[in-house]
């Protein structure tokens, strides 16, 4: 299984990006799927998760700014991130809970990080 998520990348405050982490490989299904993010010497938090039903939740602090969705018959998860400051600035992760086809349960699965810059 791989999640490749992609859109970072260098954005003036106020502008927007849109995130996308699609997963591929044996997938038998996808339970919550979820963008969390990394500052600078700061440790990884949660920014939201979706479920599969369309279930979502956000960090108190970016909720309004950003939206989640998804793709189910894509295995794609998507983040809008709206009115950016630069103390948005981290790099992305998304991650699924993942059940692969011939296993009994679901492992969380990372894709590898796409780099917001939101300058001032």
């Known amino acids: 299984v791989q999640l490749q998520a992609s859109g970072g990348g260098l954005v003036q405050a106020g502008g927007s990006l849109r995130l996308s982490c699609a997963a591929s490989?044996?997938?038998?299904?996808?339970?919550?799927m979820g963008w969390y993010r990394q500052a600078p010497g700061k440790q990884r938090e949660l920014v939201a998760t979706i479920t599969g039903g369309g279930a979502t939740n956000y960090a108190d602090s970016l909720k309004g700014r950003f939206a989640i969705s998804r793709d189910n018959a894509k295995n794609t998860v998507y983040l809008q991130m709206n009115s950016l400051k630069p103390e948005d600035t981290a790099v992305y992760y998304c991650?699924?809970?993942?059940?692969?086809?011939?296993?009994?349960?679901?492992?969380?699965?990372w894709g590898q990080g796409t780099l917001v810059t939101v300058s001032s």
């Open positions: 991650a699924g809970d993942i059940k692969t086809i011939g296993t009994f349960g679901g492992v969380r699965y």
């Open positions: 490989g044996n997938i038998f299904s996808i339970n919550t």
